[in-house]
C-alpha cells in the first residue's frame, strides 16, 4: 500500500515515443489551415512512419487522428479542437468512470492524449437490446452530471462506444463533446424557460412544456469559448509533473487510484514548448503505472 511521503516511479509513453522533432511536425501540421483534417490524417501517417513508430492506424475522428502504439491509444490532435477535445477528455476521464476510456496522459496544448485501447463496437453489437439496455443505464448516470453529445444511442454514433479489455464492459471511447456546465444552458428559449431532459435514446432535449425539442449542437452554442477554457482550466494542476520518461515523484493520493469507488485517476501531460527539457504531467493512475513498471521488467 502507497501512503503519504512515499514516492512513485511514473512512466511517460509520450515522452518515450515522441521526441521534440516528431512533436514539433506534429504540431506545424494541427496550425495549417489550409489542409483538411482527412488530408491531415494521412500526413500523420507519414510523419510517424519517418520517424520508426511502429503504430498501427486506429482511424481519423474529426478533429483527432488515433493509433495503437505499445498496447495504449494515442490521440493525435489535427487543429485547436481536437487539442481541446484532448484536454477535455483528460479533465473528465476520471469523474467519468467507469462509462468512460481511462485517459493517462495530456500534453498541456493538448497535442496528443494516451489512454486505454478498447475493443470498438461492431453493428451487431450494437444492435443488441442488452447492449442498447446498458448503454441507457450508462448515459442515464452521466447525464445527471454533464451535458453530452455524439454518444447516444443511434446508428452514427456506436463506434463511439465499446469493450473494455480489462473487464469486458460497456463504455464509451469517444467523449469529447461532454461539459459540466450550469443547468442554465438546460433551459427552453419558450417563455416558461422549461427545463430540458433527454429524449430516450439521448440524441437530443425536449421541453415538457413546449415539447421543442433542441439537438446536442443547439445546446452546445450557448457555450463561450471563454466558458470552455475556464471549464477546463489549467491541467497542470490535476496531476504529477515530469520532465522525462521515468520520474520519481512523492506520492499524492489526490491522483491515485481510489479503492473506494474503484476507480483509477486519468493522466495528463504537458508541452508548453518543444524543446529538450518540455514537461510533462502525468495525472497517474498508479495502478496502471505500476503495471507498466513490472512488464517492463520482466521483458
Known amino acids: ?45 507519414q510523419i510517424l512512419t519517418t520517424f520508426g513508430i511502429n ?51 495530456c500534453m498541456s ?13 461492431e453493428a451487431k453489437d450494437f444492435l443488441m437490446p442488452s447492449v442498447q439496455k446498458e448503454m441507457r443505464e450508462i448515459l442515464k448516470e452521466l447525464t445527471k452530471v454533464f451535458l453530452i453529445g455524439d454518444i447516444g444511442i443511434d446508428d452514427k454514433n456506436y463506434t463511439n462506444w ?14 469529447a463533446y461532454i461539459y459540466k456546465l450550469s443547468y442554465q444552458v438546460f433551459q ?13 435514446n439521448y440524441n437530443s432535449l425536449v421541453c415538457p412544456v413546449c415539447n421543442k ?3 446536442f449542437w443547439d445546446i452546445r452554442k450557448r457555450i463561450s469559448r471563454q466558458q470552455e477554457l475556464g471549464e477546463i482550466g489549467n491541467i ?16 499524492d493520493d489526490r491522483f491515485s487510484y481510489s479503492p473506494k469507488n474503484k476507480k483509477k485517476k ?18 497517474a493512475s498508479i495502478r496502471k503505472f505500476m503495471e507498466s513498471l513490472d512488464n517492463e521488467s520482466e521483458e
Open 1 to 45: 500500500m502507497i501512503n503519504v511521503g512515499d514516492t512513485v516511479k511514473l512512466h511517460s509513453l509520450i515522452k518515450k515515443y515522441f521526441n521534440k522533432d516528431l512533436l514539433f511536425q506534429l504540431d506545424s501540421l494541427s496550425m495549417m489551415h489550409d489542409v483538411d483534417n482527412n488530408t491531415k490524417g494521412i500526413a500523420v501517417m
Open 55 to 105: 503504430f498501427k492506424a486506429l482511424g481519423s475522428g474529426t478533429n483527432r487522428y488515433a493509433i495503437l502504439l505499445d498496447g495504449y491509444c494515442f490521440k493525435i490532435a489535427l487543429d485547436e479542437d481536437g487539442k481541446t477535445d484532448n484536454k477535455r477528455e483528460f479533465m473528465y476521464s476520471k469523474l467519468a468512470q467507469p462509462y468512460v476510456i481511462k485517459v493517462y496522459e
Open 109 to 121: 496544448t493538448g497535442l496528443i492524449c494516451s489512454c486505454e485501447y478498447m475493443q470498438v463496437f
Open 162 to 175: 465499446g469493450y473494455k479489455l480489462s473487464d469486458g464492459s460497456i463504455a464509451i471511447l469517444d467523449f
Open 188 to 200: 427552453c428559449t419558450c417563455p416558461e424557460r422549461g427545463m430540458l431532459h433527454y429524449t430516450k
Open 213 to 215: 425539442e433542441h439537438s
Open 236 to 251: 497542470l494542476e490535476k496531476g504529477y509533473v515530469v520532465d522525462k520518461e521515468w520520474s520519481v515523484v512523492p506520492f
Open 266 to 283: 486519468a493522466v495528463s501531460v504537458k508541452k508548453d514548448k518543444i524543446e529538450d527539457d518540455e514537461e510533462l504531467t502525468l495525472n
